[in-house]
C-alpha cells in the first residue's frame, strides 16, 4: 500500500527496537520545485488555499498547522475546516472553498467518494484539489501524497521477525472503512504470513466509538486466541488505548504494535513507560509542504500539479523503548534523519527554494 487514507491513517504504530531507516526509500527529500528564470524571477501574487481535514486530530491539526505556516511564509492565507468525520460537513467545506475562489484546496485523510460532487464542482473552477492520504481512488485529485505503506510493512515485519520466536501467533485491530488502515494491515499481514506468522484473528474496529471499539476489540482477540504475541494495531492511536487495556487486564506478554507519526507524544509517552510496545513512524509532514509547492507554482507559473511529486521521499524508523524520543516528537538522531523528520528543518529548505523562485507581493 502505498499511501495513506484518513490520516486517521495516519495514527499507526509498528514495533522497533533499534532505529532504521528503511530500505526501500530512496534517502533523497524532495526539494521545493525551482521554476524561476533567477532568484525572485517569477512574481506570486498573494494567495489562499483552503484546507480540509478530515477531523480535528492531533497528526492531521499538526500537518493542516505546517501548511498554514509555510503559507504565512510566502505572505499567502489559508482557511481550516474541521470535517468533523462528517460527509455534510466535508462537502460544505469543500463548496465554501470553491465559492471563495482560493488558489487551491488541500484535503487531509478525506476520502474522495464522500465528496465526489465537490471535487468535479472545483474542477470544472479550475481549483485544484490535493490529498494528503492514500486512497481508493486517487485519481479523483489533482494529486494524491501520503507515504509508503509498503516499505512501513517491511520494516514492520522484519521488525517483529527479529523480536518474536518464528511461527508466533498474532492478532491485529483494522479499520475496514478507511482505505489506508486497512491497506496497512493487509499489506504487512501478507508480509507477516510469508514469515511464517499465524494470523489468527481480526477484529474491524466501530469508527464511530472508537476508543471503546479498540479496547474491547483488543482485549476479545487476546481472549480468543491466547497464545498470541502480537497485535498490529490500526494505528498510533491503538498503542495509548490497548496498553491501558492491557495493563488493567494484567496481560503483558504481547507485544503491540501500529503505525505513527513523529509528533505522538501519547505513543511515545507509553512506550517510556516501559510497555511492550513500538511504533512504525514515518516522515508523512513532507507532503504538506510538497502540497504548497505544488499550488504556489502552479498558480506562479500554470504548470500543472505533479501527481508524482512525493516519489521517493519517505523515510520509515521504527521506534521502542530503545530510541523514544524524551521530547516527545522524533527528528533522528543524525543529520540525514533530521533532513526528513524535523519539520522545522524541512520548512527552512522550502522557504528558502520559494523566496528564491518568487517575486512574492504583499
Keep these: 500500500m502505498r499511501k495513506l ?58 500537518e493542516a498547522d505546517l501548511v498554514k505556516k ?15 468525520n462528517s460527509p455534510t460537513v466535508q462537502q460544505t467545506a469543500l463548496q465554501d472553498f470553491i465559492q471563495q475562489k482560493v488558489q487551491g484546496i488541500i484535503t487531509i485523510s478525506i476520502t474522495s467518494a464522500v465528496v465526489a460532487p465537490q471535487l468535479q464542482q472545483a474542477k470544472a473552477a479550475g481549483i485544484p484539489v490535493i490529498s494528503l492520504a492514500d486512497d481508493a481512488n486517487p485519481t479523483a485529485f489533482d494529486a494524491n501524497y501520503g507515504g509508503d505503506a509498503s516499505q512501513q510493512a517491511k520494516l ?25 488502515i486497512h491497506q496497512f494491515i493487509t499489506s504487512t499481514t501478507a508480509l507477516l504470513d510469508a514469515e511464517g506468522f499465524q494470523h489468527v484473528g481480526n477484529y474491524d474496529i466501530n469508527l464511530a466509538d472508537l476508543t471503546n471499539s479498540i479496547k474491547t476489540g483488543a482485549l476479545n482477540l487476546v481472549q480468543a486466541h491466547p497464545n498470541a504475541r502480537l497485535l498490529y494495531g490500526c494505528s498510533s492511536v491503538c498503542i495509548p488505548i490497548v496498553a491501558a487495556a492491557f495493563e488493567q487486564a494484567g ?13 505522538d507524544k501519547p505513543t511515545f509517552s507509553v512506550i517510556a ?17 510538497i502540497a504548497v509547492d505544488q499550488i504556489l507554482k502552479h498558480t506562479a507559473t500554470g504548470a500543472s500539479i505533479d501527481r508524482n511529486a512525493d516519489n521517493g521521499v519517505y523515510q520509515s524508523a521504527m521506534v521502542d523503548k530503545a530510541n523514544v524520543p524524551s521530547s516527545g516528537a522524533f527528528t533522528g538522531t543524525t543529520a540525514t534523519q533530521h533532513s526528513h523528520f524535523d519539520d522545522s528543518q524541512l520548512l527552512t529548505q522550502y522557504v528558502s527554494e520559494w523566496k528564491k523562485a518568487y517575486a512574492i507581493s504583499g
Excluded at 32 to 50: D, H, I
Excluded at 75 to 84: I, K, L, R
Excluded at 273 to 289: E, K, Y
Design 5 to 62: 487514507s484518513v490520516r486517521i491513517a495516519r495514527w499507526f504504530l509498528i514495533p522497533v527496537a533499534a532505529l532504521a531507516l528503511a530500505a526501500c526509500s530512496s534517502g533523497v527529500t524532495a526539494a521545493p520545485s525551482n521554476q524561476a528564470t533567477g532568484s525572485g524571477g517569477t512574481t506570486l501574487k498573494p494567495g489562499k488555499v483552503g484546507i480540509l481535514l478530515a477531523s480535528a486530530t492531533t497528526q492531521l491539526s499538526a
Design 70 to 84: 509555510a503559507l504565512g511564509e510566502v505572505q499567502w492565507t489559508s482557511a481550516t475546516t474541521d470535517g468533523q
Design 156 to 180: 514492520t515485519a522484519s521488525y517483529v521477525k527479529a523480536k518474536l520466536p518464528a511461527g508466533s501467533p498474532y492478532v491485529t485491530l483494522d479499520i475496514s472503512g478507511i482505505y489506508s
Design 251 to 263: 496481560i503483558r506478554n504481547v507485544l503491540i504494535v501500529a503505525n505513527s507519526f513523529p509528533q
Design 273 to 289: 513507560g516501559g510497555s511492550p510496545a513500538a511504533a512504525n513512524i514515518q516522515n508523512f509532514d513532507v507532503d504538506s509542504l
